[in-house]
């Protein structure tokens, strides 16, 4: 299986005792930097997912299709393991299962399942959550769907910032007992509240957007939180920097004089100049 030894790299992460960041990536660029910078993981958010392929907010309008095809460009640019982040796995159970299969083998490392109700239910201002019963049915039809027995698949619930910690918990050990490989958590608000999910279930966890006193990596490591996502700065980075240069360009700046661009040694990196020019070489011969 051509993608197992980045599967393998995740489950080194999780069965670990240390807490890592993944540096947030969504096209074959981001995945590229993050690698070279030494990230041992990337996250594919689906709120990156969003902006990057639409343009649009996290109101689940991407298709699985869309979702992963950016998978498969980023997995065709560099071996970095992936988490992707696949929502609600759009749709019912079946739906799930084919999820899985389609973000298989488009070369992701590992995928989350969330329990949140999506795409947003008629009149209601408020995020909700599907059943428990139908929480685990997911669960199981994802773990049915994975065909690479190495691909990583974490259970994911809201609960904590939706209806309580203590229905979390409930939610957390029903889908552990379906044999998912991780807990994914969002909305945990403080270290009484980690610590009460820790004591409660077994698999390593897995730490969505967290407040200030769960930012000490040691501490989670502590407490069996293996990954600790960190945001998506880096496309709000690329946003700001596409919006100063457009701005200034438009205003009249002339090319040369616009800071904040990356050198020719950095785009040359990310375009793996260097292998592109060698096999240029190798298979089109020079011209004489
Ligand atoms: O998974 C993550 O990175 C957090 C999240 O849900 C999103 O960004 O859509
Ligand atoms: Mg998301």
Not at 34 to 51: I, K, N, R, Y
Not at 174 to 190: C, M, N, P, Q, R
């Amino acid at each position: 299986m051509a993608f197992r030894s980045r599967r393998e790299k995740l489950r080194f992460i999780l069965s670990g005792r240390t807490c890592v960041h993944p540096g947030s990536v969504y096209d074959a660029i981001s995945i590229r930097i993050a690698e070279d910078l030494g990230f041992p993981l990337g996250m594919f958010g689906g709120s990156v997912a969003s902006l990057a392929v639409l343009g649009d907010p996290d109101v689940t309008l991407i298709t699985l299709t869309e979702l992963a095809e950016q998978m498969r460009r980023m997995s065709r640019a560099s071996a970095l393991p992936v988490l992707v982040d696949a929502d609600h796995g759009y749709g019912n159970a079946l739906n799930v299962r084919r999820t899985v299969q389609e973000l298989e083998t488009a070369g992701a490392a590992g995928l989350t399942i969330e329990d949140t109700l999506l795409p947003a239910a008629f009149g209601e201002a408020r995020t909700q959550l599907i059943s428990l019963e139908e929480g685990v049915g997911k669960m199981k039809a994802a773990l049915d769907g994975r065909g690479d027995s190495s691909l990583v698949i974490m259970g994911r619930t809201g609960a904590a910032s939706i209806t309580s910690i203590e229905d979390a918990i409930r939610r957390a050990k029903a889908y552990e007992a379906t044999g998912v490989d991780a807990l994914f958590f969002t909305g945990i608000k403080s270290r009484a509240e980690l610590e009460a999910v820790a004591a409660s279930t077994h698999l390593p966890i897995v730490l969505g957007g967290a407040p200030e006193e769960l930012n000490a990596i040691d501490y989670l490591a502590g407490h069996r939180v293996r990954i600790a996502l960190q945001g998506h700065a880096p496309i709000a980075a690329a946003t700001r920097a596409v919006y100063d240069t457009l701005k200034a360009l438009r205003e009249g700046a002339p090319p040369k004089t616009l800071g904040g661009l990356a050198s020719p040694e950095l785009t040359s990196r990310v375009m793996r100049e260097v292998e592109v020019k060698a096999r240029s070489a190798a298979f089109l011969g020079p011209k004489t």
